[in-house]
C-alpha cells in the first residue's frame, strides 16, 4: 500500500462522523438539490428552449438528454448504496484456514467466550464489541454497531455504511455525481454571467433565484467530489480502503496490492458489461469470493505480513 493513499485519507471519516446526527435528513437533502437542478436546468432555461427554433433548440437536445441519462445513473447508483447491505459477518463465521496475517490480534481462549481457539494463532482476528471473529479487512462500526465486511467509512450522506457489497455502488455514485453536477456548471453557466451583465434578464425573480441556486450548487458539488473521487481512485489502484490507508500509513507493502487490473476487478467485477452500473454479473460472484467480501487473495510472500 502507499503512503499517498493515507495521505490523502487522513481524515475524511471525521468530518462524517461530525455530521452523522443528521441521519436521514440527508437524503432529503440530496433529493432537494437534485430537485432545485432539475427545476433549474428541464423546467426553466432548456425545456422551453426545445420548442425554439435553430441553435437554441439544438443546444437545448445536446444538454438535456445527457442530462437525464447521468441523472438516472446517479440516482440508480446513489439509491443502489442507500439500500444494499454493505455486508455483516455471518453467524458463528469461521475461518478456514489461518489466512488473515494482517492486523494481528493476541488473543486468550476466555476472549472467545468459550468457543474453541488455537493460542498458538495469534493472527485470527476478535471484536469485542460484537464478541466474534472478524474475517479479513472488516472492522465494526460504532454507528450501526456492528462489523462491516471490507468496511470504507460510514457516509452520512447515504445514511450507510460503504463496504464489500456496496463500494463500487459508491464509487459509481460519485463519478455520475462528478459527471453530472459538471455538466449542469457549464450548461448553466451562460445564465449565471447574465446576472453581472447589464441586460434585462426574462424570468422571474424565483425563477433566477433558483438557477443562481443550482449553478453555486452543482460547483460546489463537483469540484468537492472530484477530490473525493480522485482520492478513492488512488484506494482502488492499491486495493486498500479509507480505514486501511488511514490506520496503516507506515507499511511499505501491502498484501492485498496485486496489481492495479486485478485490484480494479476486485471491486468493479471482470465482466466489463457491468463496470457503470451498480450490479455483478452472476458468473463474477461466483468466481470472485472478494465481492462477496469474506475471501482476498494476497501476494503468498506477504501472507505473514503483521502491523
Keep these: 500500500m502507499h503512503r499517498s493513499g493515507a495521505a490523502m485519507a487522513w481524515n475524511v471519516f471525521k468530518f462524517c462522523t461530525a455530521l452523522r446526527g443528521l441521519g436521514s435528513i440527508m437524503i432529503l437533502l440530496v433529493l432537494g438539490v437534485v430537485g432545485v437542478t432539475y427545476y433549474a436546468v428541464v423546467l426553466t432555461n432548456y425545456g422551453p428552449a426545445l420548442y425554439d427554433s435553430g441553435l437554441d433548440s439544438v443546444t437545448a437536445f445536446a444538454v438535456l438528454i445527457p442530462f437525464h441519462c447521468l441523472l438516472v445513473m446517479l440516482l440508480w447508483s446513489y ?14 463465521w469461521r475461518p478456514a484456514t489461518d489466512e488473515e496475517g494482517g492486523e494481528a490480534y493476541p488473543l486468550n481462549a476466555s476472549d472467545f467466550n468459550g468457543l474453541p481457539a488455537n493460542p498458538s494463532n495469534q493472527s485470527i482476528r476478535y471484536c469485542r ?7 479479513p479487512r472488516c472492522h465494526h462500526c460504532s454507528v450501526c454497531g456492528r462489523c462491516v ?33 459538471s455538466l449542469v456548471t ?9 446576472f453581472f451583465s447589464d441586460n ?9 433565484a433558483t438557477t443562481f441556486l443550482a449553478f453555486v450548487l452543482n460547483l460546489a458539488f463537483a469540484l468537492s467530489v472530484l477530490g473525493f473521487l480522485v482520492m478513492h481512485i488512488s484506494l482502488v489502484s492499491a486495493n486498500t480502503t479509507t480505514i486501511e490507508a488511514y490506520e496503516k500509513k507506515t507499511t511499505p507493502k501491502w498484501r492485498y496490492d496485486l496489481g492495479r487490473r486485478k485490484n480494479f476487478e476486485q471491486v468493479f467485477g471482470a465482466d466489463k458489461r457491468y463496470w457503470f452500473i451498480p450490479a455483478y454479473s452472476e458468473e463474477d460472484l461466483r468466481r470472485m469470493p472478494a465481492l462477496q467480501g469474506l475471501e482476498y487473495p494476497s501476494k503468498p510472500d506477504l501472507d505473514s505480513q503483521e502491523f
Excluded at 129 to 135: D, E, G, I, N, Y
Excluded at 149 to 178: E, S
Excluded at 186 to 194: D, G, N, Q, R, W
Aim: proline share 10%; charged share 10%.
Design 129 to 135: 464489541k460484537c464478541t466474534q471473529l472478524k474475517p
Design 200 to 208: 434585462d434578464i426574462p424570468g422571474s425573480p424565483g425563477t433566477l
Design 149 to 181: 465486511l471490507k468496511m470504507d467509512h460510514h457516509c452520512v450522506w447515504v445514511v450507510n455504511c460503504v463496504g464489500a457489497l456496496n463500494y463500487k455502488y459508491f464509487l459509481l455514485f460519485l463519478f455520475y455525481t462528478f459527471l453530472e453536477t
Design 79 to 92: 439509491f443502489s448504496v442507500v439500500l444494499t447491505d454493505p455486508g455483516s459477518v455471518p453467524p458463528n
Design 186 to 194: 457549464l450548461s448553466l453557466l451562460p445564465h449565471f454571467i447574465a
